[in-house]
């Protein structure tokens, strides 16, 4: 079992972000928050060290995605990602790579 809690739903509930979440669209294709994020070294890297099975179900979330987009279609609403329930599975990874990239850092400033 991963050692790493991803938390569920956004940090603070609001109608404005749940807006600007529903607005986005990427929703609509089954896709979660973390699924979208710009892929710099940091979060490549968060990608590379999910367990086998997150990161197969973040390919298959994609590759329906991009399926979706390319027939110009959209999941059922029942099937779209819920602003409550999006979960950050990607965030703990995250939040790790930039800390050792921060220390690394501040290593090579003093040494």
């Given at each position: 079992?991963?050692?790493?809690?991803a938390r569920?739903?956004?940090?603070v509930?609001?109608?404005?972000?749940?807006?600007?979440?529903e607005?986005s669209?990427?929703?609509?294709?089954g896709?979660?928050?973390?699924d979208?994020l710009?892929e710099?070294?940091?979060?490549?890297e968060?990608?590379?060290?999910?367990p086998?099975?997150?990161?197969?179900?973040?390919?298959?979330?994609?590759l329906?995605?991009?399926?979706?987009s390319m027939?110009?279609?959209i999941?059922?609403?029942?099937q779209?990602?819920?602003?409550?329930?999006?979960?950050?599975y990607?965030?703990?990874?995250?939040?790790e790579v930039?800390?050792?990239?921060e220390e690394r850092?501040e290593?090579?400033?003093?040494?």
């Amino acid at each position: 079992m991963s050692k790493y809690m991803a938390r569920v739903g956004p940090a603070v509930f609001s109608k404005l972000g749940k807006w600007a979440y529903e607005m986005s669209g990427f929703n609509q294709y089954g896709l979660h928050r973390d699924d979208c994020l710009y892929e710099n070294e940091d979060v490549a890297e968060a990608v590379r060290r999910l367990p086998r099975k997150m990161y197969d179900e973040r390919n298959y979330r994609i590759l329906r995605a991009l399926h979706l987009s390319m027939t110009k279609t959209i999941l059922p609403k029942e099937q779209w990602t819920k602003y409550e329930e999006d979960i950050k599975y990607l965030e703990p990874y995250l939040n790790e790579v930039v800390k050792e990239r921060e220390e690394r850092e501040e290593w090579n400033k003093t040494h």
